[in-house]
């Protein structure tokens, strides 16, 4: 059974930072593209970085370029989003999803290009 589970949520202070994990089972993730998306009660989600099948490629919305990175560990079947310089309008359910892809080089932010999704972690910025 393919599954993404998400870990590393929680309650942080502004300014500080956490790890969030998406780990896979039930297939290896080594031809698929992952992205992590963020939603808040009463809105889209919204699409806050993806990565490329070997990693090669990362993109990032503006609201968080500079703050967050995604990497990959493929032989631990698991995609990371370090998030340092919290902010309170970070709140929300972080998710991650997954598609197949043979591209290597390109990735895609929105919800719409991914058919696998984890149940999502909470992410709480507040002091």
């Known amino acids: 059974q393919l599954q993404l589970v998400e870990s590393g949520g929680g309650l942080v202070q502004p300014g500080g930072s956490l790890r969030l994990s998406c780990a896979a089972s039930g297939f290896t993730l080594d031809w698929y593209a992952i992205g992590w998306f963020r939603q808040v009660p009463g809105k889209e989600r919204e699409g806050v970085s993806c990565i490329s099948n070997r990693g090669s490629f990362t993109s990032y919305a503006d609201s968080v370029k500079d703050r967050f990175t995604i990497s990959r560990d493929n032989a631990r079947n698991t995609v990371y989003l370090q998030m340092n310089g919290l902010k309170p309008e970070d709140t929300a359910v972080y998710s991650c999803?997954?598609?197949?892809?043979?591209?290597?080089?390109?990735?895609?932010?929105?919800?719409?290009?991914?058919?696998?999704w984890g149940q999502g972690t909470q992410v709480t910025v507040s002091s």
């Open positions: 999803a997954s598609i197949i892809t043979t591209t290597q080089t390109m990735c895609l932010m929105s919800p719409y290009d991914y058919d696998h």
